[in-house]
């Protein structure tokens, strides 16, 4: 029988060792509005903005919206928004109990509401983690896609919108016929260049409404862009149990996260900001290339960990990175593809970053499933995979490494393992995916050429290379005949 729930009246009572909110909760008021709080938001972000309201920023509280599901509102509404966050490393376990959440909305339960919450003056900054697939952008181009099903639901139903354009583009109409100043819209989701895509697809979401407000909006907001690094699992029932022993009561919020952190945060902001660098942020003028290096190497080679470790039967990234072959393949990827098309500051030890990568990876204590980071693969791989591949053919550089993930994705979209189990393939695109795949089974160069000339996440440029066609080809043969494990044993124990 689970014990009590964690709320304010039995902060007191917990552990010593568990670090609390230093503040008074009541003394605080809402200026962040947070669309998508899942559990990345909660260990970063919102993990940031405890540190600057601890120090006495106490008009930077965060009221959280989900746009999908009332989850995470059950969670931690029950709890007065508070939550543990547990950090988890081979050394061992610390937690602390963040208070800077002060309330969830569920927009399909009331959009008018969540539309009011973002029109309140107050609000100063809107921050988003709603996933790659959550800017209803089409990724091969980063433009709006027009077609998308919930820009075409929103622009006819604009008082109840689905999408996070459509709130916040209501609320900027709502705020512009008020009188009301704008607010900066902080993307902190993985994508390339994240503040100019929102920047672009807001103006071009308005457009679609009315002319004068999307010049308004490109006046009245900022969309800085932001480097965000936190590997932060799924929490598990398991976690929670375990948690609950720890504390004496029951977190069923609560978020689990390595001790490594990194936010890299362009400082342009409307209404003013927390001051996140004495949190240990870090404010710069150009994100660009620190987007690139974690974009391509660390959130590449877990994507490419992904697919060919699930199909190697490997449940968690620790689980794959425990087998030598996996080990080496993860760093020969990082040294001889993903970096090379980087231009690396002189000043940045790459070396260091790639040995900590590995070892982030390596962290046991985190169950980070390999299926997690598979999903939404179309949304992904354009940023995580493809830059570098262009690079690499441009400069006739090498892609070993590079056609065996997309290999191995094109085996994972086909939504069976090598034990011919079924894999539930998580991605906006997985229906069309797995018809490519069934329309072309057991002809590797037809199947490479389809899935090259799937204009969506390729573009129009990568179906003519008829060097990576090869090499595509080549892997999924091998695969199919050798199976994922033995081919990385085979290829990479030696590099
Ligand atoms: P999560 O599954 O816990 O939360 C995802 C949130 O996005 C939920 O609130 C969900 O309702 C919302 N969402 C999903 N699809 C949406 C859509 N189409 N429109 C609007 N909202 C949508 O996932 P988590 O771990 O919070 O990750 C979210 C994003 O944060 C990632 O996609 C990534 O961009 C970024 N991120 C995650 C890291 C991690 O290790 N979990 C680390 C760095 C960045
Ligand atoms: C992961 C990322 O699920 C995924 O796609 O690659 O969430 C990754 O954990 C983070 O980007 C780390 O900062």
Not at 119 to 126: Q, T
Not at 483 to 494: K, P
Request: hydrophobic share 40%; net charge negative; glycine share 6%.
């Amino acid at each position: 029988m689970s014990q009590e729930r964690l709320n304010n009246s039995i902060l007191e009572n917990l552990p010593p060792e568990v670090i609390k909110p230093a503040y008074d909760r009541n003394e605080v008021t809402p200026g962040i509005v947070h669309l998508g709080i899942g559990a990345f938001h909660r260990a970063h972000q919102a993990w940031y903005t405890e540190n600057r309201i601890a120090a006495g920023e106490n008009s930077w509280g965060i009221i959280g919206a989900s746009l999908r599901s009332p989850g995470v509102r059950d969670q931690l509404v029950p709890q007065n928004g508070l939550y543990s966050l547990v950090e988890k490393s081979n050394a061992g376990t610390k937690v602390q109990i963040i208070g800077a959440v002060s309330d969830v909305y569920v927009a399909p339960e009331s959009p008018q509401q969540l539309l009011e919450l973002l029109a309140r003056e107050e609000i100063r900054i809107v921050s988003l983690t709603i996933t790659e697939k959550g800017y209803c952008h089409d990724p091969a181009s980063g433009n709006l896609n027009p077609q998308h099903p919930d820009v075409v639901h929103d622009l006819e139903n604009p008082g109840q919108p689905k999408s996070a354009l459509g709130f916040i583009v209501g609320a900027l109409k709502l705020r512009k016929a008020r009188g009301l100043p704008g607010f900066t819209v902080l993307s902190c989701d993985n994508l390339p260049s994240n503040g100019k895509l929102l920047g672009r697809v807001l103006v071009q979401y308005a457009q679609q409404v009315d002319a004068e407000l999307a010049a308004w909006i490109a006046d009245n907001t900022t969309t800085p862009a932001t480097m965000v690094d936190r590997i932060v699992p799924a929490t598990t029932d398991a976690d929670r149990d375990e948690l609950e022993a720890l504390l004496g009561c029951r977190d069923e919020a609560a978020v689990m996260a390595e001790p490594f952190s990194q936010w890299v945060v362009e400082d342009n902001f409307l209404r003013g900001r927390p001051d996140w660098d004495k949190a240990g942020a870090t404010f710069v003028d150009d994100v660009e290339v620190y987007e690139l290096i974690k974009l391509r190497l660390l959130n590449g080679s877990h994507s490419m960990l992904a697919y060919s470790g699930y199909l190697a039967g490997f449940e968690t990234v620790a689980e794959v990175m425990a087998e030598p072959a996996f080990n080496k393949l993860a760093l020969h990827f990082m040294k001889t593809e993903a970096t090379t098309s980087i231009e690396v500051p002189t000043d940045f030890d790459v070396a260091a970053y790639q040995a900590q990568l590995i070892e982030r990876f390596e962290n046991r204590a985190l169950r980070h499933r390999t299926w997690q980071i598979a999903m939404d693969g179309s949304q992904k791989i354009p940023q995580r995979w493809l830059g570098t591949l262009r690079h690499q053919l441009e400069t006739q550089g090498p892609i070993d490494v590079l056609s065996f993930a997309l290999a191995n994705w094109i085996r994972y979209v086909s939504a069976v393992d090598e034990s011919g189990n079924a894999i539930e393939v998580s991605d906006p695109l997985a229906a069309q995916l797995k018809e490519l795949h069934d329309h072309q089974s057991g002809n590797p160069h037809a199947l490479t050429a389809a899935f090259l000339a799937f204009t969506p996440v390729f573009g129009d440029d990568l179906r003519h290379n008829e060097r990576l066609q090869e090499a595509v080809a080549e892997w999924l043969e091998k695969l199919s005949e050798n199976g994922t494990l033995a081919c990385v044993r085979e290829r990479f124990s030696a590099v």
